[in-house]
T-cell receptor
Framework: NAGVTQTPKFQVLKTGQSMTLQCAQDMNHEYMSWYRQDPGMGLRLIHYSVGAGITDQGEVPNGYNVSRSTTEDFPLRLLSAAPSQTSVYFCASSTRGVGNSPLHFGNGTRLTVT | KNEVEQSPQNLTAQEGEFITINCSYSVGISALHWLQQHPGGGIVSLFM???GKKKHGRLIATINIQEKHSSLHITASHPRDSAVYICAVSRYGGSQGNLIFGKGTKLSVKP
């Protein structure tokens, strides 16, 4: 099993560009989520999904879109990149929600917006 | 005040020492997670617990629901234990999506 796979590992964007961060899991997990990690801030939830076709906003959703058309994939779209979106992004999944099952994390994507 | 507080923020230990990292929270929870973030950046789930105590190898996690406090212990510490340890809680009655994270404890174990 590959677990949770995130691509790319590194990305540099110019302000205003758009891009999609990919996340895929092969564990048949219902729950998937995206976090960003900034120095001194800890991890913060961007969007999450409790199953295919269901998504919801987290703490910091502005500037990001998600969709969950399959159980396996949960891409994160940056619509118009801004320097404030420079961060490390983690995708995570679990069998059920975070109140019931442990999280499995991807290796992260380091994004720089210039 | 943050809803999840960890202490200490930074910890330096000598190899072989017994280590304790603390996590206090101010909300009712359904579960508490301990995570480990390696220097390379990857995050691994160590424990998820809602009561009592769990043990895995040299790691022990305890939780006291009444006191809203959890501890992560590392016995016979080793330089490979050097990492950031993160506590996170799932709020009771909250959405299935939302974890509240502490800011982490950076542990450095010297040989």
């Amino acid at each position: 099993n590959a677990g949770v796979t995130q691509t790319p590992k590194f990305q540099v964007l110019k302000t205003g560009q758009s891009m999609t961060l990919q996340c895929a899991q092969d564990m048949n997990h219902e729950y998937m989520s995206w976090y960003r990690q900034d120095p001194g801030m800890g991890l913060r939830l961007i969007h999450y999904s409790v199953g295919a076709g269901i998504t919801d906003q987290g703490e910091v959703p502005n500037g990001y879109n998600v969709s969950r058309s399959t159980t396996e994939d949960f891409p994160l779209r940056l619509l118009s990149a801004a320097p404030s979106q420079t961060s490390v992004y983690f995708c995570a999944s679990s069998t059920r929600g975070v109140g019931n099952s442990p999280l499995h994390f991807g290796n992260g994507t380091r994004l720089t917006v210039t | 005040k943050n809803e999840v507080e960890q202490s200490p923020q930074n910890l330096t230990a000598q190899e072989g020492e017994f280590i304790t990292i603390n996590c206090s929270y101010s909300v009712g929870i359904s579960a508490l997670h301990w995570l480990q973030q390696h220097p390379g950046g990857g995050i691994v789930s160590l424990f998820m617990l809602s009561s009592g105590k769990k043990k895995h190898g040299r790691l022990i996690a305890t939780i006291n629901i009444q006191e809203k406090h959890s501890s992560l212990h590392i016995t016979a510490s080793h330089p490979r234990d050097s990492a950031v340890y993160i506590c996170a809680v799932s709020r009771y009655g909250g959405s299935q999506g939302n974890l509240i994270f502490g800011k982490g404890t950076k542990l450095s174990v010297k040989p």
